[in-house]
């Protein structure tokens, strides 16, 4: 069964994130294929994990100051900081079709395609575990997951150009691993259309399927609207903890 690819391209925060969830719910109840999605998040975001608190990660006086929106996930991980030049990659998929792989070995892997994928550009970053990609010693990437049932959510955030200085205002300092941007430390940027090709390249190779590019079902986009609506546009989610 061919995969399906869904480039959401810049959006809202809330709306790709809905999408993220809407798409793994879709995926559990057998309504769609697996799928990859690339989006990026505009205006600028923190996308802060299921468990982490706001106190202890996030200055919301920067926040406020600087119209970055606050968006909690359903996975785990850190906190970090989104923009238009941050490009994220999820992936959801049934975990029986890759032989019910550990959390560890799906972190390993996918963060490997990853590092072969900016390898065709020149672009040499190494896999630190559990799910973070370094380049020149610096985090450049990193990823989280979530299995729900027999279905497989994860994603990870790949740092092109993303405004570290408005970043560093934001989030509190919670590890002594720095993080920077492909274009800072390699003073070039590939094109972003062909970053994305060259991911999707690399996960068919792993998955050992073609990615068909596809927009999403009405099922999914009344799934979002109705996620947004009761989830990630209130307060009560975004904020409890």
């Given amino acids: 069964m061919d995969w399906r690819l869904i480039d959401t391209d810049i959006a809202d925060p809330y709306y790709v994130t809905a999408a993220d969830e809407a798409i793994s719910i879709a995926r559990k109840e057998n309504k769609v294929e697996n799928t990859l999605h690339f989006y990026r998040r505009n205006p600028p975001a923190i996308s802060i994990g299921i468990s982490r608190k706001i106190i202890d990660d996030i200055n919301l006086n920067e926040c406020k100051k600087n119209n970055v929106k606050i968006v909690r996930r359903i996975t785990g991980g850190g906190t970090i900081y989104t923009d238009k030049k941050c490009l994220i990659y999820s992936l959801i998929y049934d975990k029986d079709f890759m032989q019910n792989l550990s959390s560890a070995k799906i972190f390993e892997n996918v963060c490997n395609s ?3 994928s900016l390898e065709k550009f020149q672009i040499k970053t190494i896999y630190k575990p559990p799910n973070d990609i370094l380049l020149n010693g610096k985090k450049i990437s990193g990823s ?9 959510l ?5 740092v092109l150009d993303t405004n570290l200085e408005l970043m560093n205002k934001i989030l509190k300092k919670n590890t002594d691993l720095k993080v920077s941007t492909i274009f800072r430390e390699m003073g ?3 094109d972003i259309k062909d970053i994305k090709e060259s991911i999707k390249n690399e996960f068919e190779i792993y998955f050992k399927n073609r990615f068909k590019k596809t927009k999403l079902t009405s099922y999914e986009n009344n799934l979002i609207g109705k996620l947004m609506k009761e989830k990630y546009l209130n307060n009560q989610w975004n904020f409890k903890r």
Avoid: D, E, R, W
């Fill in 114 to 116: 990853i590092i072969k």
């Fill in 144 to 152: 989280a997951q979530i299995k729900k049932g027999n279905i497989v």
């Fill in 154 to 158: 994860i994603h990870g955030s790949m």
């Fill in 188 to 190: 070039f940027l590939p």
